[in-house]
């Protein structure tokens, strides 16, 4: 398989967070990457899984573990359309991935560096992170779809 570049990587992250959209979820894309190719992919599903757990984030670094057989994602890192919250954060740290890239900010529950950054702490592993990659194609997905949820809610 061709190694892919970031664009085409965020890309991808993009279309998981436009499949979202389909099922009334709050559109987030991620996808987990060793030497340039996808080994987890993961989108939001809160609402159809009844889950609290089942944001993009964690539903990517699932699916990477149980393809490299392995908890520790070293060699991985992540691509995601919105600032991981505390949770995600939390899960990326602990599993290990080496770097995160993410779109748009989130002013209210974003945890690498908007409300808190999680990986600023003195925990164990130290992620590094490039936060606003693609933002406006980003953010705008989420913009959207607040908009259209606004206009149902007042119809």
Known sequence: MTSMNEKELMEKAVSLAKE??????????AVVVRNGEIVGEGRNRREKGKNALYHAEIEAIDNACK???????????????????PMCAGAIIN????????????????????????????????????GGFMEEECAKILSDFFSELRSKKNE
């Open 67 to 85: 393809k490299l057989g392995g908890w520790r994602l070293w060699e991985c890192e992540m691509y995601v359309t919105l600032e991981p919250c």
């Open 20 to 29: 979202c959209l389909e099922e009334d979820e709050v559109p987030v894309g």
């Open 95 to 130: 599993s290990r991935i080496k770097k995160v890239t993410f779109g748009a900010y989130d002013r209210k529950n974003g945890a690498c560096g908007s409300v808190i950054d999680l990986f600023s702490l003195p925990f164990n592993h130290k992620p590094e992170m490039n």
